[in-house]
Nanobody, 124 residues
Framework: VQLVESGGGLVEPGGSLRLSCAYS????????IAWFRQAPGKEREGVSC???????YYADSVKGRFTISRDAAKNTVYLQMDRMKPEDTAVYYC???????????????????WGQGIQVTVSS
């Protein structure tokens, strides 16, 4: 199993970025693929998740600004980030969970595999 993030970088407040997470080693036998982020000195937090049936979930802090989607033909999950704020600055990770059980999607400890992370900086 491998997940590779791309698309990070520097953007001004109010701007947009689209992150991509290309995954391999599995196709449909997963529960969810999520984006997490971790800012310096803070805990890793769940940003958004998409299930194998394309149900979507968002943290309150990004709801209405970020959109998660999946291209099954390309084995890629996207995170479209609009109206970005300086507090969105963090390293962003994608991760996959195969069996979530009774936990919620934003529990980082439930995820089985992680990408290497990619820096996103929102600054003028």
């Amino acid at each position: 199993v491998q997940l590779v993030e791309s698309g990070g970088g520097l953007v001004e407040p109010g701007g947009s970025l689209r992150l991509s997470c290309a995954y391999s080693g599995f196709v449909l036998d997963f529960h969810g693929i999520a984006w997490f982020r971790q800012a310096p000195g803070k805990e890793r937090e769940g940003v958004s998740c998409i299930s194998s049936i394309d149900a979507t979930y968002y943290a309150d802090s990004v709801k209405g600004r970020f959109t998660i989607s999946r291209d099954a033909a390309k084995n890629t999950v996207y995170l479209q980030m609009d109206r970005m704020k300086p507090e969105d600055t963090a390293v962003y990770y994608c991760a996959v969970v195969f069996v979530l059980g009774g936990s919620t999607w934003y529990e980082a400890g439930e995820y089985d595999y992680w990408g290497q992370g990619i820096q996103v900086t929102v600054s003028s």
